[in-house]
């Protein structure tokens, strides 16, 4: 039995991960490798009927975030439906995703040549606005051309990711994929006085380990408001223990780009590989049990002081440095003043050695 195979909307996965739209499924070849990387589906990157005028540079790795203007692929659609999606179909073996952008009018145009290669849509809204009365008469246009599921791609600047999720669904789409790249962003390189790897806007979009805690946020708002609307996890993802926090946020499948960009682009077969000892690490069966075990939420009001394991400490006095509340020193050893001490969990959380509880 395969601990990893995960279902929604008639799409099987034999694993929850997937590529995120964007470079690294940006033709065949890259497919390719995607779907040699064991993914449980693939996500192209967005088509739509222009061919994007991409600048260069316009990826930027740091630390723990990715910044972009990568636009949508700088391919023109014929290139798709004449070579790339026919050369992949030779070779599929997961569902087949495919991304498309932007207006009503675009999508009269792409949804008719893209249905015969799709097992279903995702569509990105990133640089169509706000207003959701436009982005539901875009869903009202795919739905009328295909039966296909569909998912649309919300993105961070959003303001009310509920409202956003509903109007789509009552427009006929079957989830959200959430979510897409923050912004507007900016990288400002000081020597040069300038903006870098940007636009003609100045703008870049932020993405990678930093977004997580956004991306889990808008995925568990949208899922507790609608649970039986699907939502596509996106957004900072770099590790098993990141897709199992997306399943138990509400994720139905999960999508990262930026982790791979950052750490390698192994990382997708990294990940699957380390995806059972995961599930063993948490007591988890599989992954459907992840999904469907939901969140409780632990919170408590009364103060519980910082308790130090004087074997496991190191003497680093990282802790010290940080505390928030003056309430840990140092005198050979670390000192813990319980009446100081807030409790806040700061130490706990940093800790390098997990000495503190
Ligand atoms: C270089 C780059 C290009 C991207 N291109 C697209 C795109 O063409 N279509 C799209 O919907 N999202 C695009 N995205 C957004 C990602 O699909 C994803 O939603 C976002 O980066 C958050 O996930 P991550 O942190 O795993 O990268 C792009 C992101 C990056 C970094």
Redesign the pocket.
Known sequence: MNRLKTEFDGLILDNPLMP????LTGDFEKMQFMQEQGVGAM?T??ISVEAAKVPRP??YGDRSH???S????EFPMEKWIEEILPEFMKIKKVPLIV?M?YTREDMEILVPKLDKFADAF?V?T?YVGKDLSVISDTVKAIRSNTKKPLYM?ISPHIPEPVKFAEAVRDAGATGV?A???LGPTMNINIAKRSLEYCGESGFV?T???V??NL?LGIIYTIKKALPDFTVIG?????SADDVLQFLLAGAGGV???????LKGKDLYSKIIKELPAALDKYGFRDIREVYETGLSIDTVYDPKTAVLDEDKCTHCRLCERICPYFAITYDEKIIIDGDKCFGCGLCISKCPVGALS
């Open positions: 995120a739209s964007g470079p996500v990157k967005t316009c990826i990715i910044m972009n990568e636009l949508w692929s991304s952008g995702e990105s990133h791609k994929a979510i897409n790249s979009w993405s990678g380990p977004i997580r991306a996106t957004g900072g993802v770099s999508q990262m780009l930026s982790g791979a960009l």
